[in-house]
């Protein structure tokens, strides 16, 4: 079985049961863009060889597990079931400004091990493939199309660490980007990233014009490992040289995502660190509120007002800052956070 995402593949089929081209181009649109399901879309094919091609190709990777819709806000979560039975997620988040985005996970669990993190606690399974990463945004659409609604923006920033499984979601963007399938403007596209350093680099020199956030979370080196265990192989004077690297390239300041825990990383000691790290860079600084995870060790969220004082001090310092509004607190929306539910025993 060949995948639908697979151009070679279905170049090599299309000339053997002798389609023409704008037949195949017909059923990417109606696949990719007007979110028609597999069977819809193969109409577009000549009687004659649909079943063939359909019996050939693939168009689906994961099966929906269950939907859950925030009963406070525009966030759903979907949770799906790979082929070899590893619950992972995607969130569709409906901002009031009428934009529509969907986070994606690139992998099964995650290595990197963040403290705060629901993911980090299941471990890691295995990276996801592309056609894995790319049907989360195909059936998350789908459900958008009944809602005259359609996906925008595409975050990696659920389950997984995407510069750990560079290749798959590499391949995962030129689809995602490519004008025979979603068409999808690099504006619209942000990787997520715990900082590996020359992962930043090589992605930012493949796809210059698309955003890059990173999870920084502290500039004090002791503090980021005990954040971010990963942080040990990557010390912050490394990572500040492809910060540097990654903003000569981009046109996009760099996103640094910055998750405010109270005592941990949000004292005036912490604060003087990051303006310092920080200086000389063209960054934006996104404050994360904590999305309390079930049987988190003893970590409390920042308080509001302490959040906001240090968006201001950021501010005055002359970077952009803003504190991010979470959705979907009812569903679990925090990465891994419902895969892990579901995955621990009753
Ligand atoms: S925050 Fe991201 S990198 Fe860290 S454990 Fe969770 S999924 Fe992995």
Redesign the pocket.
């Known amino acids: 079985m060949h995948s639908i995402h697979d151009k070679l593949a279905i170049e090599e089929i299309r000339k053997r049961l002798r389609i023409e081209p704008g037949h195949v181009r017909r059923l990417r649109n109606a696949f990719y863009k007007k979110q028609e399901t597999p069977a819809e879309a193969l109409e577009q094919l000549p009687a004659p060889q649909r079943r063939i091609f359909g019996s050939e190709v693939a168009f689906h990777f994961l099966t929906c597990h269950s939907r859950h819709d925030s009963q406070l806000d525009g966030a759903s979560k979907l949770l799906y079931r790979t082929a070899s039975g590893q619950m992972i997620e995607s969130v569709i988040l409906r901002i009031a400004s009428g934009r529509t985005s969907l986070c994606v996970s690139s992998q099964a669990g995650?290595a990197?091990?963040?403290c705060?993190?629901a993911?980090?606690q299941l471990g890691m399974a295995r990276s996801l493939t592309h056609h894995e990463i790319l049907d989360q945004v195909i059936q998350a659409n789908r459900a958008l199309g009944a809602e005259g609604r359609s996906i925008r923006n595409v975050v990696f920033m659920g389950?997984?660490?995407p510069m750990l499984n560079e290749t798959e979601v590499y391949k995962a963007l030129n689809v995602l980007l490519s004008p025979q399938c979603f068409d999808l403007s690099p504006a619209k596209i942000l990787v997520s990233t715990?900082g590996i350093p020359d992962a930043m680099v090589r992605c930012a020199e493949r796809f210059p014009r698309l955003g890059m956030a990173l999870?920084l979370h502290s500039a004090r080196q002791a503090q980021r490992e005990r954040l971010?265990p990963l942080a040990r192989r990557y010390p912050l004077a490394r990572l500040r040289k492809a910060m540097e690297h990654v903003t000569s390239i981009q046109r996009r300041p760099l996103m640094v995502e910055y998750l405010l825990l109270a005592g941990l990383n949000d004292t005036d000691q912490d604060l003087s660190e990051l303006l310092c790290y920080l200086r000389g860079l063209r960054v934006h600084v996104n404050l994360i509120p904590y999305n309390v995870i079930a049987n988190a060790t003893g970590l409390i969220g920042t308080a509001a007002e302490r959040r906001c004082w240090f968006a201001a001090r950021l501010t005055e310092a002359g970077f952009t800052a803003t504190v991010r509004y979470s959705l979907g607190a009812d569903i679990a929306a925090a990465?891994?956070q419902l895969a892990r539910l579901e995955t621990a025993p009753a």
Do not use: P, R
């Open positions: 995650c990197v091990g963040c705060f993190c993911t980090g389950m997984g660490e715990v999870s971010i990465c891994g």
